[in-house]
């Protein structure tokens, strides 16, 4: 990290930030200056990752949390406050890739679950975070949503509806937060490879120059930059948008 990176000194919290998406996003804030805090279920996997992110010349640490339950989001801001006095950068990654069913099969513990992590984690973590960034009158929210936020996918009720209402969730809180100098904004990928998602990967890469303008599914660098950007200054007039980071997909209608 060089002393004028663009994040130099900046606290950011990154839910799922031990892999996949979450991962690149970390070492994106990292390699720009940002001290990183990793909330997660898994907390061993989580511990190395925060071991790796260091090499970036940063701190990292890793806090136990299911963004499902409130408590485990107090603990994990609060944590972060004891720990660096402040929070910038929330990044909200964690995210369940729902049942896979058509709706009718769907079981109301399934439902309950995608929900539970993908829309009701947002907002616990959104409102914990708002909440000491309104005090500090400065702040960026960057929720992880998809593009299902605006697509209808097959077999993925739960999970639509979950990623669009991660997208009002932004879309609201940005007004709300914007005379604090909040900026709240989403991310929404398109097909990445993760571990949520292998066989729609796999579909995806086989057809993507029929899916995909750009002829190819996303990598890691497609979402660094945009991440980068989101949580920079490079971002201050820029609030309430949902960015597609999809390589046309949304652009074939």
């Not at 005379?179 to 990928?189: E, G």
């Not at 729609?200 to 029929?210: E, F, M, T």
Request: aromatic content about 6%.
């Amino acid at each position: 990290m060089k002393e004028d990176s663009v994040l130099s000194g900046k606290v950011a919290v990154v839910t799922g930030g031990y892999k996949g998406i979450g991962r690149w996003i970390s070492d994106a804030l990292a390699d720009a200056g940002a001290n990183i805090v990793v909330g997660a279920r898994d907390y061993g996997r989580s511990q190395v990752a925060c071991a790796e992110i260091e090499k970036a010349g940063v701190t990292a640490i890793p806090v136990q949390c299911d963004v499902s339950k409130t408590e485990d989001v107090t603990r994990l801001i609060n944590t972060t406050l004891e720990k660096f006095g402040t929070i910038d950068i929330l990044v909200n990654n964690a995210g369940v890739a729902g049942s896979k069913k058509r709706l009718c099969d769907i079981t109301d513990e399934e439902w309950d679950m995608t929900m539970a992590i993908n829309c009701r984690g947002i907002f616990y973590t959104c409102r914990a975070a708002a909440v000491e960034m309104k005090k500090r009158n400065r702040g960026k929210i960057i929720n992880v949503t998809s593009v299902a936020s605006f697509r209808a996918i097959a077999s993925s009720s739960d999970y639509c509806a979950s990623k669009a209402a991660g997208y009002m969730i932004t879309k609201c809180l940005a007004i709300e937060l914007a005379p604090y100098n909040v900026q709240v904004n989403a991310i929404c990928p398109g097909l990445f490879p993760t571990e949520l998602n292998p066989e729609l990967i796999a579909y995806g890469d086989k057809h993507a120059k029929k899916m995909i303008p750009a002829g190819r599914i996303g990598n890691t660098e497609d979402l660094k930059s945009i991440a980068l950007l989101l949580a920079s200054p490079g971002s201050d007039y820029i609030n309430g948008a949902a960015i597609p980071v999809d390589g046309g997909y949304l652009a074939l209608g």
